[in-house]
């Protein structure tokens, strides 16, 4: 649904940042916030998951990386925040 979004960097947490589109902040949950400048206008690749009880969006740094997180999930079992964690922890494609 959203292929990407692109705007200010506006807040880093944990494991997400908010990316200011014109006036609207979207928490997006990326493996590594650090990589994105505070304050810089960047382009955010994204997947957008609905569940029963949550929305929420999934970002990444390149296109390359989005591939590999939709590699990721197609495994049974692995499911967006599991593929996350996994990019996290082996390092993000640049």
């Not at 998951?49 to 949550?54: H, N, P, S």
């Not at 591939?67 to 996994?86: D, E, R, W, Y």
């Amino acid at each position: 649904m959203y292929f990407y979004l692109e705007g200010i960097i506006t807040l880093h947490q944990k494991d997400s940042i908010v990316v200011d589109c014109h006036g609207v902040g979207y928490q997006v949950f990326v493996s590594h916030p650090e990589d994105y400048e505070l304050g810089s206008v960047q382009k955010v690749y994204t997947a957008f998951y609905i569940r029963e009880d949550e929305q929420f969006l999934v970002g990444f740094k390149t296109f390359e990386e989005k591939q590999l997180f939709n590699k990721l999930v197609s495994v049974k079992g692995v499911g967006p925040k599991t593929a996350t964690k996994i990019i996290r922890n082996y390092g993000s494609i640049d």
